[in-house]
């Protein structure tokens, strides 16, 4: 007979939300097998957020270090080496931080744990049972973190091409002379921004008429601006009609461009094969379709970029908090009004909540009249907060640092401060923070005109 492994829970996919989840139910004396066929751990700390942050802290080093003088650090311009050399650096520094993709550790700490490490690709055969390569495994619970795969756009010729996904940019060490990124959503932003400081001929093309998708239209505006100053062309409104082979692009303009490498930052799709079994219902987007507490059905839940809800590796450890606490006995459920979204460029976008919703107003700061900002010699950026008339229920930020300032933003958002107790409340001098005293005044009136 055919030997059955049994467990409380079984993950499939050892991202940073199965991961998180499943070292939360072993501490807790659950019997936890996961499942994953790639890294533990998942993209972000090998492939995605972690190798990005890396490549863009050694572009803003090199920025900075070309305008040494006007920040007063120095009386003579310092001489830079040249970008391919610089380059060489940033990516050995890049696959340190990485830990030069290497998972074992990882693994080791879930066995640790007394996790069940199962390697290989998991598939559902019938509810109750995960087969991986002929090892099958049953459950009480199941927990599907099988993540996302980047989108590879229909596009003439492009499948001839050897283009690279944002995977490959932050794996390769290669420096092209010329990129094309196709897409401007937060990945897009932050490689084109990387490539163009260290040299390299950029152009990105967006098919809508802003950059980064739904956000906030000042903020995105100023990052096109950003992208602009740092040397990249940024063409809105305009697609990739088709590819020919050696990357010439030819766009929907008309116009033609020559590069050498492709970069496709499209999107992701959620990844939910091997899971017909269970008949899930599936969103229009292909992502599982889950309920406040992350189930998708009875004994089945899900986490992580293959809900759609908010593909962020913050917002998946926030999911797998929740479920933990599920299939713990809690009735703890997810609230998703607040989960912050930024673009580490320099500086950054950061944002939460809405900006659009019906009768709301706000209010817009420049960062200009913000001390901190000129003692940084920082660029100046911007500050919009939006309101219901009682409460905040938005902020989108673009300037120094604003992926930490923001947090106050996402704690009023979360649990709905009255503006009258943001007006009240008092921040240091000087930090780039400042900028919410005036800009809740004036959305306090505003809105109550």
Known sequence: METVESFDVVVLGAGSGGERLAGLLAEAGRSVAVVEAERIGGECPYTACIPSKAMLRAASARHDAARLVSLGGAATAVELDDDALAWQSAVRRRDA???????????????????????????????????????????????????????????????????????????????????????????????????????????????????????????????????????????????????????????????????????????????????????????????????????????????????????????????????????????????????PRCVYTDPPVASVGSWNRDGSVSACVNLAEVPRVETDGARAGLLVLTTDGEVLIGAAAFGLHADEWLAEATLAVRARVPLDVLVDVVRPFPTVGEAYLPAVKELIATARR
């Open 97 to 339: 931080q990485a830990g030069h993709r290497d998972d074992s550790g990882a693994a080791q700490e879930l066995a640790s744990k007394g996790i069940t490490v199962v390697r290989g690709r998991g598939r559902v055969t019938s509810p109750g049972t995960v087969e991986v390569d002929g090892r099958r495994l049953s459950y009480g619970d199941l927990v599907l973190a099988t993540g996302s795969t980047p989108v590879r756009p229909e596009i003439e010729g492009l499948d001839a091409v050897d283009a690279w996904t944002s995977d490959d940019a932050l794996t390769s060490s290669e420096r092209p002379a010329s990129l094309l990124v196709l897409g401007g959503g937060a990945i897009g932003c932050e490689l084109a921004q990387v490539y163009a400081r260290f040299g390299v001929e950029v152009v990105l093309v967006e098919s809508g008429e802003q950059l980064l998708g739904g956000e906030e239209p000042r903020v995105a505006a100023a990052m096109a601006d950003l992208l602009r100053d740092d040397g990249v062309e940024v063409r809105l409104g305009v697609g990739v009609a088709r590819v020919e082979s050696g990357a010439r692009a030819h766009l929907d303009d008309g116009s033609a461009l020559d590069v050498e490498r492709v970069l496709v930052a499209t999107g992701r799709n959620p990844v939910t094969d091997g899971l017909e079994p269970l008949s899930l219902m599936l969103r229009d987007d292909g992502a599982i379709e889950v309920d406040d507490q992350c189930r998708a059905q009875e004994h089945v839940f899900a986490i992580g970029d293959v809900t759609g809800v908010a593909p962020y590796t913050h917002a998946a450890n926030y999911q797998a908090d929740v479920v933990a606490d599920v299939l713990l006995g809690g009735d703890r459920r997810v609230d998703l009004r607040a989960v």
